[in-house]
């Protein structure tokens, strides 16, 4: 099951992000990776993302556990935010999942992670957040399932 999300502009800063739930021995596992943006087609007006896809200098994934799954969901549905803290073979990653107000005055979400010097940020749109809430409770779901079988 997988959920992804392409957030590219014209002038190169656009993220990637893809939720990926995976089948493993002991139940399903929960992943977040993020792409930065490697370049732009102005005649097609679409970005490429391909190209940094490789590149661990352009790119982060991380592991996300159920709780903090429920509290992604949580921050949409209550318009809050959420952050936590990953610390990993020595590398510490910040976690931040909230609501931010547009230029324009309309509501969205940020999803950010930052590891070191790399930081990767991006914006939700109220229904793409809502979709991602919807998603991360099937992900719940599935998981206490798996648990049960």
Known sequence: M???????????TGTAASFNVSKEEKGLTL?????KQ?????AS?????TQNAK???KTAAL????TEAASIIRAVRKETKFSTVHVYQGSTTSIMFG???KKNGGSAFSFSIKRGEQQFSIG??????????????????ESFRFEVQ
């Open 2 to 12: 997988r959920l992804n999300f392409y957030k590219p502009n014209k002038s190169c």
């Open 63 to 66: 592991k996300l556990n159920e």
């Open 31 to 35: 992943y977040t990776s993020f792409v």
């Open 55 to 57: 590149n661990p200098e």
């Open 45 to 49: 007006r679409k970005g490429s993302f």
């Open 99 to 101: 609501p931010y107000e």
């Open 38 to 42: 490697a370049g732009w087609d102005e």
């Open 124 to 141: 939700f749109e109220l229904g793409e957040a809502e979709l991602l809430a919807q998603f991360l409770e099937n992900y719940l779901f």
